[in-house]
């Protein structure tokens, strides 16, 4: 089992700045990608940024140029920086993280953090 607890989300004005954190534990030896997804109210939950064990990011057209993933494979975390932030990034943001298994690639969520950026 994989635990994800994530930090970092609150209230910011447009034009603002925020920085999301996760950090893994349990079996954290065979994790591999691992990204931060989002459901804002009404909405499907969607895809925000993903990056892999290597370092290769992956953006949502929306948060391109804006937001920024990165993570540490040594501490198992996985940061989001946003910057230029839009009332429409107001949203539960959560954490994602993808481990190998003899029976195939399960999906590991956290439980959410909350970011609202008011206009």
């Known amino acids: 089992q994989v635990q994800l607890v994530e930090s970092g989300g609150g209230l910011v004005q447009a034009g603002g700045s925020l920085t999301l954190s996760c950090a893994a534990s349990g079996s954290t030896f065979s994790i591999d990608a691992m990204g931060w997804y989002r459901r804002a109210p009404g909405k499907q939950r969607e895809l925000v940024a993903t990056?892999?064990?290597?370092?290769?990011?992956n953006y949502a057209d929306s948060v391109k140029g804006r937001f920024t993933i990165s993570r540490d494979n040594v501490k198992n975390t996985v940061s989001l920086q946003m910057n230029s932030l839009k009332p429409e990034d107001t949203a539960v943001y959560y954490c994602?993280?993808?481990?190998?298994?003899?029976?195939?690639?399960?999906?590991?969520w956290g439980q959410g953090t909350q970011v609202t950026v008011s206009s």
């Open positions: 994602n993280a993808l481990r190998d298994t003899p029976w195939g690639t399960r999906a590991y």
């Open positions: 990056i892999s064990t290597g370092g290769s990011a």
